[in-house]
């Protein structure tokens, strides 16, 4: 049965599925403009909006410098083959997940103590583009070997005009992983802005 989070919880991954290894973390948004008519869209022509998801791979609480612990659209599979991402989703169109990373929990080295997903929309300054003009944000970790779906984090909060958002957190603690929802939005314009927040 899937646990539902408010912002700010935290659950401990590690007991409520034991054994668990791997997982797929999935973030999934819709625009406000698709519901518009045909005739609407055709005359505001709205622009596409590129939300792209990124894990920060930490080790004692920081992310590296430079990009080789940062799994984004720019680098899909991180160095230990631990963390991947499945790509690039330009538009954030059709049903369900918009992008998903895997993590292999079992084949992280010891020295990352967690991971943080954060998802920022690519060129948001230039393009005037914000979470405002999202609905439908959410996240959400699912079993691999089961595909059964452990927790989901709706994202309900009021984000107007803000360009970048912390979403959730994994935490390696006592040899458990726990799980935050976060929640934490921004106004950072690429993934090197975010990334500094954890150096």
């Known amino acids: 049965m899937t646990i539902y989070l408010k912002k700010g919880q935290k659950i401990n991954l590690s007991k409520e599925k034991k054994g668990l290894s791997k997982i797929f973390v999935a973030l999934g948004w819709d625009e406000v403009g698709k519901n518009l008519s045909f005739f609407q869209r055709l005359f505001s022509n709205p622009e596409d909006i590129d939300c792209d998801a990124s894990a920060l791979l930490l080790s004692d609480g920081k992310v590296s410098a430079g990009y080789e612990d940062i799994v984004y659209?720019?680098?899909?599979?991180?160095?230990?083959?631990?963390?991947?991402?499945?790509?690039?989703?330009?538009?954030?169109?059709?049903?369900?997940?918009s992008e998903v990373i895997n993590v292999d929990l079992s084949s992280l080295p010891k020295k990352y103590d967690g991971v943080v997903f954060v998802v920022n929309i690519y060129k948001a300054r230039e393009r005037d583009q914000h979470f405002g003009m999202l609905t439908n944000a959410y996240i959400r970790i699912v079993d691999v070997s089961t595909k059964n779906e452990i927790c989901r984090y709706i994202l309900s909060d009021n984000y107007d005009r803000k360009t970048a958002m912390i979403v959730a957190k994994l935490t390696k603690e006592n040899d458990e992983w726990h799980f935050d929802a976060i929640g934490e939005a921004t106004n950072d314009n690429r993934i090197s802005e975010m990334a500094d927040r954890f150096r």
């Not at 631990?82 to 690039?88: I, L, Q």
């Open 73 to 97: 659209f720019g680098n899909l599979k991180h160095k230990t083959g631990a963390v991947y991402h499945s790509g690039d989703n330009l538009t954030g169109a059709g049903e369900g997940d």
